[in-house]
C-alpha cells in the first residue's frame, strides 16, 4: 500500500516545486489615442519606453533570467481614464504589439468587431506565444493599432493593464 503511494507524493511534491518556480509579472502603462478626424482608418500609437525591471523582478521570486522557460501574456484590459465620461465604443478593431530591441514586433493581443455597448474597460484576447525573450530585455514598447468606426473629436487616455505569466527552471 505504501508503494503505490510513492508516485502520488512524488507528483505532489512536484506540483509544490511548481508553484515556486512560476509566478505573474503586471505592467501598466498609459497611452493616448488622439482625436481623429475620420473613420476606418488605422493608426499606430507608441507607448514610451518601458523599463521591463525584469531583473529584479526575477530575483524576488528567487530566479535569475536565465532559468526563465517561458513567459506568456495571460491578460490585457484598457480602460479608458480620460475624457472621464467617454467609453470604447468609439473602436472597431485593437491590435497590441510588443517590441524590443533586436527582436522583431510581435502581436500580443487584440479584439476585433467591438460593440457598441462595450463600455469603459475592454478585455483583450491574447496570443499562447512565448515572449521570454521580450520580458528578458531592458525596454520594451507597447505597439497599439486601432480602427476607429466614430470620430473622436478628443484625446483619449488609456490605461493598459498586463498581467504575464513566467515559469523558470527551478534546477540546472
Not at 115 to 139: M, Q, S
Not at 156 to 161: F, K, N, P, T
Amino acid at each position: 500500500m505504501i508503494i503505490s503511494l510513492i508516485p502520488l507524493l512524488a507528483l505532489h511534491g512536484c506540483k509544490k516545486l511548481e508553484e515556486f518556480t512560476q509566478f505573474h509579472m503586471e505592467y501598466q502603462e498609459t497611452v493616448t489615442i488622439p482625436s481623429t478626424v475620420g473613420i476606418n482608418m488605422p493608426f499606430d500609437v507608441w507607448t514610451p519606453d518601458i523599463t521591463t525591471n525584469s531583473e529584479s523582478e526575477f530575483e524576488n521570486h528567487d530566479t535569475r533570467k536565465d532559468k526563465i522557460e517561458e513567459i506568456i501574456l495571460e491578460k490585457l484590459r484598457l480602460e479608458v481614464i480620460s475624457p472621464s465620461d467617454n467609453d470604447f465604443r468609439f473602436l472597431n478593431d485593437i491590435y497590441v504589439y510588443i517590441d524590443a530591441d533586436g527582436l522583431d514586433e510581435k502581436l500580443m493581443a487584440w479584439k476585433e468587431n467591438i460593440p457598441d455597448n462595450v463600455g469603459k474597460v475592454l478585455e483583450l484576447n491574447c496570443t499562447d506565444d512565448n515572449i521570454e525573450a521580450y520580458i528578458k530585455k531592458d525596454v520594451i514598447n507597447f505597439r497599439v493599432k486601432t480602427v476607429t468606426d466614430r470620430v473622436i473629436t478628443q484625446d483619449h487616455e488609456i490605461q493598459l493593464d498586463a498581467e504575464f505569466f513566467v515559469d523558470a527552471r527551478l534546477l540546472g
